[in-house]
């Protein structure tokens, strides 16, 4: 029982590969998180849709239609959070130990989170906007539009997750874990255009939700799935998430090495 | 091989935020044998092994697991060492086949390989019948198993144990036990922590007491034993007149009497003498009431070797003994 002489390149590539299997196999066995995932955000859909929706007025586009953006990045941003989740889940439970002790390249561990929570994401999109449509929601994007918003969106979860497993990696606790990524996704997604116009908010809090990144993103999301005006907003979002991914993951890096030595 | 010490640790220093840890450690485990380190929560045992396999960084001295640096070598010490934490450090949600398979992936076996050994140590640890259930709904005697074999799968001809029976049922530590003693018959070379000197005399071949950060005794099971003193058979009598008779009668070396409370210590090497020792006060006519043994205990070990209680413990179970009021007088 040897273990095979591979190039340090190939090992990489196994180790990630496995620790992703590891990862997305959660998915499906850690049903609570996943339904913890869905309900809320339809939960959320609902709320604004049939209680809040009728006092608000979004001009030209019905409010469902311009609901839809908004709950689909929020969905998304929490949803990324669960990599902080299940990173400080790791490394409590002394799994991360074990990997360490192990001549495995280590890094591959937060790999194989921040790509299960993605496919995590996309399946909770997917109902989201299942049940948007039973409720209402009527997009007009062409499959292009549908494809550079899956992009965008994927960036975005991408960047959110990797500043997740910073958390994780900051948080001595699971508890606190949980009011961390709460205290940091609750004003970014409600401080924004997600659910009602910005125009109606006083004068600092407008001007922090016209320019923050998640009402960029939601905007250009709005703009590609039901045609508002898409102005700049799209190449603001992408510029964003790509920079917080670039300084994220050596960041992560650098504090996972630094763990416990 | 480079000498016949699998594990040299020399003069071992670790500090956090100024708390010094271990304050120059020293100790060699020969190849093939088992070493224990024995100590109360604190001591710094945990320490010891998190710097052994890599996973902490010494501020000072020397530290060799077969023959390589664990600083400048660690890949090469990851290669030959398996780790059993305090906390069984298994998958929750995957299968006992599935955390198994996964170890032999990440040791860089073959996936066929990686089955194969699966296989092997689910049967080896009594584990096959659950091999297709989530490790969450496995008894906690169970995902220790669990967790030995995960270190074992590239068969690594070391081991660092740490604490693996603490809180387990006395069916499963017996299981342990079994499991460890064959590991080390089958010729790997074991460290193991424990709070349990009964443990570190089953088990092991030497014995190194530790207590703040340093090593203060070591020798076998039997050299240590033989400075704390032996068991001793602790007889109350039914007549308190039949005193003196009953300490002649014996006729051994170390025997206490105690009047006011009617009873009779002696030091005993077998369990046989308790027999003699009972035989030989009914043919003097002698009625014993109650009889206990007092077996040699960590705390005993420390209170020779330090002249005092092991420290570290949690202040809740000393201010628990100090409300015994008087304090209880040593039996010997």
Known sequence: ?261 | MPGTDAIVVRSLVKSFKKVNVLEGITFSVPRGTMLALLGPNGAGKTTTIRILSTLLRPDGGEVRVNGFDVVREADAVRAVIGLTGQYAAVDEYLTGRENLEMMGRLYHLSAADSRRRATELLEQFDLADAAKRASKTYSGGMRRRLDLAASLVAAPPILFLDEPTTGLDPRSRLMMWDVIGKLLHDGATILLTTQYLEEADKLANRIAVMDRGRVIAEGTAAELKSKVGKDRLELTLERENDLERAGTSIERADVTLRTEERSVSVAIDRVEDVQHILNRLENAGITVAGLSLHKPTLDDVFLQLTGREPAGRSTASRQAEEKKEPAPVPTR
């Open chain 1, 1 to 261: 029982m040897q273990p095979v002489r591979h190039s340090p390149a190939y090992w990489f590539l196994s180790d990630a590969w496995v620790l992703i299997v590891r990862s997305w196999k959660h998915i499906f066995k850690n049903i609570d998180q996943m339904l913890s995932l869905v309900l809320q955000p339809l939960m959320f859909m609902l709320l604004f849709r049939y209680i809040f929706g009728g006092a608000i007025d979004t001009g030209p586009v019905s409010y469902v239609n311009y609901l839809m953006a908004g709950i689909i990045v929020q969905t998304a941003a929490f949803g990324a959070t669960t990599t902080s989740m299940n990173v400080a889940l790791d490394l409590k439970r002394g799994i991360v130990d074990r990997f360490r002790s192990l001549p495995m390249s280590n890094a591959t561990l937060l790999i194989g989170h921040v790509t299960a929570d993605l496919a995590r994401n996309m399946i909770s999109t997917a109902v989201m906007i299942l049940v948007g449509l039973l409720v209402g929601f009527r997009p007009n994007a062409t499959a292009y539009e549908w494809l550079v918003a899956a992009g965008l969106l994927l960036t975005f979860t991408f960047a959110i997750s990797w500043l997740s497993a910073i958390l994780g990696l900051l948080a001595r606790t699971v508890e606190a874990v949980m009011w961390i990524s709460f205290m940091l996704i609750f004003p970014l997604t409600f401080a924004s255009s997600a659910f009602v116009p910005t125009s109606g908010m006083p004068f600092v809090l407008r001007v922090f939700a016209e320019n923050q990144p998640v009402t960029h993103t939601i905007e250009a999301l709005r703009a590609l799935t039901v045609g508002t005006p898409m102005g700049n907003h799209g190449w603001i979002a992408l510029v964003w998430w790509i920079i917080v991914t670039l300084v994220s993951i050596p960041v992560c890096g650098w504090m996972f090495r630094r763990y416990s030595s």
